[in-house]
């Protein structure tokens, strides 16, 4: 592994279905954050954690849940999909809170 | 309330400079940050302002004003390569970042 990695790639899901997207990263950073971005809106944060063992919301956090067990994995679940939540998952580490981040690749979701 | 302003789209001509403007209102300030994502792809960092004046980088420059809560990414000798959205970030007085919405910089030949 090298940087950040997600999976899957892409998913469609049947509304009311449970997903988690799954997030590593292999550089030791100590924050980690989810953003959805969707078409002419700016990314928005999700969840993010800024240590292992701690997470935080951010500015559209209803619907989803994170977890931060390790330092290298930072999972993201969506407990009962709904359509509105269609979009595309990035998750981003930084060394710390106040540094650059550095992008997966992205999880195109579609709910139906 | 926390905003970041950047225009929808631009054009310009390969060879040319190209300057994005960003303004942005944020709960305290603790940099601003720009980012390049060419479409279907992850943003990848390009720049970061914390003083005010100018950073230059290779062909990119980004500039910073705090007390008129104003950026510009300044992009020279343009190339095809260059087409992409430029995402301007603030960071907040909680180490967020709040994100404008991209401008699509389209270079044409």
């Known amino acids: 592994i090298a940087g950040i990695t997600q999976a899957p790639t892409s998913q469609i899901l049947a509304a009311g279905r449970r997903m988690t997207l799954r997030c590593t990263q292999d550089m030791r950073h100590n924050a980690m954050y989810w953003y959805r971005q969707d078409l002419g809106l700016g990314l928005r944060l999700i969840h993010y954690?800024?240590?292992?063992?701690?997470?935080g919301k951010g500015e559209v956090p209803d619907g989803y849940s994170v977890s931060r067990a390790n330092t290298d994995d930072f999972p993201l679940t969506l407990a009962s999909a709904v359509p509105s939540q269609t979009s595309v998952y990035f998750c981003?580490?930084?060394?710390?809170?106040?540094?650059?981040?550095?992008f997966g690749p992205g999880t195109r979701l579609t709910v139906l | 309330g926390q905003n970041i302003d950047q225009p929808t789209e631009m054009t310009a001509t390969e060879g040319a400079i190209v300057q994005i403007n960003c303004t942005y209102q944020t709960s305290g300030f603790n940099g601003l940050f720009w980012y390049q994502q060419h479409a279907g792809e992850a943003p990848t960092f390009l720049s970061y302002?914390?003083l005010d004046g100018l950073e230059e980088k290779g062909r990119f420059s980004s500039f910073l004003s705090r007390s008129k809560g104003y950026s510009y990414l300044l992009l020279k000798e343009l190339q095809m390569k260059d087409s992409a959205s430029y995402l301007c970030?603030?960071?907040?007085?909680?180490?967020?970042?709040?994100w404008g919405a991209g401008t699509k910089l389209i270079i044409k030949p």
């Open positions: 970030a603030a960071m907040d007085s909680n180490y967020q970042l709040i």
């Open positions: 981003a580490s930084s060394e710390d809170s106040n540094n650059e981040q550095f």
């Open positions: 954690s800024n240590t292992a063992g701690t997470t």
């Open positions: 302002n914390v």
